[in-house]
Nanobody, 117 residues
Framework: QVQLEESGGVLVQAGESLTLSCAAS????????MCWYRQALENERELVAT???????NYAVSVEGRFTISGDNAKNSVTLQMNSLKPEDTAVYYC???????????WGQGTQVTVSS
């Protein structure tokens, strides 16, 4: 079993920056990829950014150039640096770890990010 713990969600003003963190813990697991998703009120959960264990990153068009995902394989952790935040970035942000052998996805509980205009 793998547990994910997220932190960093707060209320900020538009234009400000914020960093979210997520760490995976457990026994005998290997993370192949870590992701950040977000879900705004009444919207579906959407993929924000991903990073593989090899350091390959991918971003949603809506955040590319503003958000940066980075990972630490030794700590099984990932951060999401969010710059130039907009009110439409307001959502609950979820961390997800894709574990290999056996393949399984684990989710965190989510952390609320609110951007006021």
């Amino acid at each position: 079993q793998v547990q994910l713990e997220e932190s960093g969600g707060v209320l900020v003003q538009a234009g400000e920056s914020l960093t979210l963190s997520c760490a995976a813990s457990g026994r005998f697991f290997t993370v192949g990829r870590m992701c950040w998703y977000r879900q705004a009120l009444e919207n579906e959960r959407e993929l924000v950014a991903t990073i593989t264990s090899g350091g390959v990153t991918n971003y949603a068009v809506s955040v590319e150039g503003r958000f940066t995902i980075s990972g630490d394989n030794a700590k099984n952790s990932v951060t999401l640096q969010m710059n130039s935040l907009k009110p439409e970035d307001t959502a609950v942000y979820y961390c997800r770890a894709d574990v290999v052998a056996p393949t399984r996805a684990y989710w965190g509980q989510g952390t609320q990010v609110t951007v006021s205009s």
